[in-house]
């Protein structure tokens, strides 16, 4: 099992990116999948998970209208493209997934599988 994540960097508030998470070892479907973030000094929290019961996507209101999660099946990879990113976006982002919860929560202890991380860098 392998998380690859990638696409982070640089950007100016406002500015867009996408990040890829690259998934090898097990198949995405019927298991949760999320995006989390960690800034230092701060918990990891949740933008973006897809229930693995009912398919539906949760975002924060953080991110809400801002952050988009996608998947491609076929290339077993998820991508969440960010918008409009402010400065409290910076963080390492992380791609998970979770084979013993749904993720209703999208809470990190739901996910027991994670990639290395990517920075994600905001400047004002």
């Known amino acids: 099992v392998q998380l690859v994540e990638s696409g982070g960097g640089l950007v100016q508030a406002g500015g867009s990116l996408r990040l890829s998470c690259a998934a090898s070892g097990f198949s995405l479907d019927y298991i949760a999948i999320g995006w989390f973030r960690q800034a230092p000094g701060k918990e990891r929290e949740g933008v973006s998970c897809i229930n693995s019961l009912n398919g539906r996507t949760y975002y924060p209101d953080s991110v809400k209208g801002r952050f988009t999660f996608s998947r491609d099946n076929a290339k077993n990879t998820l991508y969440l493209q960010m918008n409009n990113l402010e400065p409290e976006d910076t963080a390492v982002y992380y791609c998970?997934?979770?084979?013993?919860?749904?993720?209703?929560?999208?809470?990190?202890?739901?996910?027991?599988?994670w990639g290395q991380g990517t920075q994600v860098t905001v400047s004002s």
């Open positions: 998970a997934i979770g084979t013993l919860y749904s993720g209703s929560y999208c809470e990190p202890y739901e996910y027991d599988h």
